[in-house]
Every structure is written in C-alpha cells, then in structure tokens.
C-alpha cells in the first residue's frame, strides 16, 4: 500500500474548533459504568478527569464510515491508508476545572505526523493537541498520541516492546493501589456507546479476529486510561489531578481480568500506574500528578 508521507504532513498545522455544553447525563453514566456509587450529578458540580472526552463527540453520518466503524479520514484527521487506528498515549494538564452546566470550547491542531516501521510492520504516528476551555478560560490542554498500524499483526501481541513485559505476581505484590476489571463484552459496548464510538474492535469478534488478527475484543486506550484516573480518585480524596501522562504498551483483550495498579510517591504529590492484562503483562503505563494542597 502507498504511503505518501509528503501529502500526510500537509495536515501539520491544520486546526479544527467545537463547542458543547457539559451536561450531567453523559457524567452520570460514565459513573455507572466505572461502577461508581455516585450521587446524581448537579448543575454546577465538578467534572471529574476524563469527564470532558464524553464532549465534542464526532458524529459522522453513517454513510461517512469506514467498514472499521471510523469516520473517514482526510478531513481534519490526514488520510492515513491504513484501517487499523489505536490510541497510542497522551499527556494532559488539567489547569481549571470545569463544572455542568458549563459552555465549553475546544480548539484542535495538527501538531506532527510521522512514520515509523516496527516489528508489526509500518506505522503512522499523528499527533493532535487539544486545548479545552470553559468560562474561567484554559482548563485542560491535551496532546493526544494516535497510531495507525498497516498490514495486521500474526497475534495480538507482535512487536511489543518486551522490556514491558513482567510477571503478574512480582508487581501486584508491590502495589499500594489495585483495583481488577473483567472486561466482559457489555462493559466494552457501554463504554463505546458512551463515548459515541463505532470502532469494531471493541464489540465486533469476528471483526477483529478474522479480519484484524487479534484473539479478542479490545479494550479502548481511552477507557483503560480513565479507569487509572478513577484509580486515583478512588485512592487520593480532597486532591484533584493536576496533569496525566499515559502511554499504551500493548492491547488489552477481553480474554480475562485485568489488572489497574497505582503507587504514590512519598509525599503524596505523584503516583506511578500500570494496567496488566489477564497474563500479567502490561498495557499501559502511566504517571499523574496531584494538586498542591
């Protein structure tokens, strides 16, 4: 397939703006799905991190997708000819918090597109920044990591860094902070209505084994990456995040119970955390940082 760098990087620079309104029934379900005892949440309460990837959803037409459930690319995101599209990491600060009720902006930007060749074969990184805003002005800034993969990997597995890899009981042991998920088909569909998400390889099997290659259905990078941040606000109370830097490192399957770990700093201020699948294995690693008191 052929891949034409010089017309993918005409993107850099590229900038797309939305607006939305941070209501509370999106907040109250994605509470429900993380399997939160929550109040009903109220005008003028806080949005919780990770709230605001509830907003600003892309609503293609259905005549728009591809066969994958994405939109089609080449509009803001480049025309990048592979299907297979993941999260890959991201790095967020959280600057002023936003509550419901709020009007809320965010302005989008190409900040780089770049390629690479692995062990799984040919990959394309773009790079968005997203800064977020509400009506005390900046309130998260968002650099967001999307990969997108060419031909499909032999398993799901291919290529991965191995430095990544550890044996489940040697790092559950030393974690002050663990909470086990069972990524079971209806968690993954609730989660991808929730974020308006079509993507196939979340709820479709037969999709993403016979024609992706993998053993089983995915979890999302955005959902494994806000059961961390929940992690930390089930674990730090009266100490809101302050930034969030994650980085997947392998797929997570629906083949088992996962794993989320956190490990706080001395004082308190950072935590470390991990996601390990079902063999123990990780897939996303992360690092957060917490309000001064």
Request: proline share 8%.
């Amino acid at each position: 397939m052929s891949l034409d760098m010089d017309l993918l990087r005409h993107w850099i620079g590229r900038t797309e703006d939305a607006a939305d309104v941070v209501t509370a029934a999106p907040l109250a379900s994605l509470a429900a799905t993380l399997d939160r005892d929550d109040p009903d949440p109220q005008a003028g309460d806080r949005v919780p991190p990770a709230g605001h990837w509830l907003y600003f959803l892309p609503r293609a037409r259905q005549s728009e997708l591809d066969r994958n459930g994405h939109a089609k690319k080449g509009d803001f995101l480049p025309p990048v000819p592979f299907e297979r599209r993941m999260w890959a990491g991201g790095r967020i600060r959280f600057l002023g918090p936003l509550h419901i009720g709020d009007d809320i902006t965010r302005h989008s930007e190409i900040l780089d597109v770049s390629h690479k060749t692995g062990n799984s074969g040919s990959l394309v990184f773009v790079v968005v920044r997203h800064r977020v805003s509400g009506p005390n002005g900046l309130a998260i800034e968002e650099e967001h990591d999307i990969v997108y993969r060419g031909e499909p990997p032999q398993n799901g597995r291919k290529g991965l860094d191995q430095s990544s890899i550890s044996p489940a009981g040697a790092t559950l042991e030393q974690a002050p902070w663990m909470r086990v998920i069972e990524p079971d088909p209806v968690l993954l569909f609730r989660y991808s209505a929730l974020i308006f998400n079509g993507h196939r390889i979340h709820f479709d099997r037969d999709y993403v084994t016979q024609e992706e290659g993998y053993p089983g259905l995915i979890v999302h990078g955005p959902l494994i990456a806000t059961l961390l941040m929940d992690l930390c606000r089930r674990e730090v109370s009266g100490r809101h995040l302050a930034r969030f830097d994650y980085r997947a490192r392998g797929p997570i399957f629906d083949l088992g119970p996962f794993t989320i770990t956190g490990a706080p700093t001395e004082d308190g201020g950072k935590a470390s955390l991990r996601a390990l699948d079902h063999q123990g294995r990780v897939g996303m690693t992360a690092e957060a940082e917490f309000e001064t008191r």
